[in-house]
Nanobody, 123 residues
Framework: QVQLVESGGGLVQAGGSLRLSCAAS????????MGWFRQAPGKEREFVAA????????YYANSVKGRFTISRDNAKNTVYLQMNSLNAEDTAVYYC????????????????WGRGTLVTVSS
């Protein structure tokens, strides 16, 4: 069982940066691939970024590529999402998720999900 708790969301001006964190419980964190997803008001939930258990593989949605960076610290049981050059379209609830399968980039392909943290970008 893995429990995930996101933090770091808030209000930021367009062009600004935020770093989200996702703290995981359990001793097997390092064996899970991790991902970030988001859901904007009135829109479908979408994939943002994913990282392998070792951190050696990362993958991004085209909409955030070059602006967002996913990373992890297995010693701290934490995955991060550094978000730069934020714009209004990035406003959403951001969720982290853990999955046993390598390369998973779908919500349903994950095994555990956090409750989300709200990011609001003002224009």
């Amino acid at each position: 069982q893995v429990q995930l708790v996101e933090s770091g969301g808030g209000l930021v001006q367009a062009g600004g940066s935020l770093r989200l964190s996702c703290a995981a419980s359990g001793r097997t964190f390092s064996s899970y691939a991790m991902g970030w997803f988001r859901q904007a008001p009135g829109k479908e939930r979408e994939f943002v970024a994913a990282i392998s258990w070792s951190g050696g593989w990362t993958y991004y949605a085209n909409s955030v590529k070059g602006r967002f960076t996913i990373s992890r610290d297995n010693a701290k049981n934490t995955v991060y999402l550094q978000m730069n050059s934020l714009n209004a379209e990035d406003t959403a609830v951001y969720y982290c998720a853990a999955g046993r399968s390598y390369g998973t980039t779908t919500w349903d392909g994950m095994d555990y999900w956090g409750r989300g943290t709200l990011v609001t970008v003002s224009s």
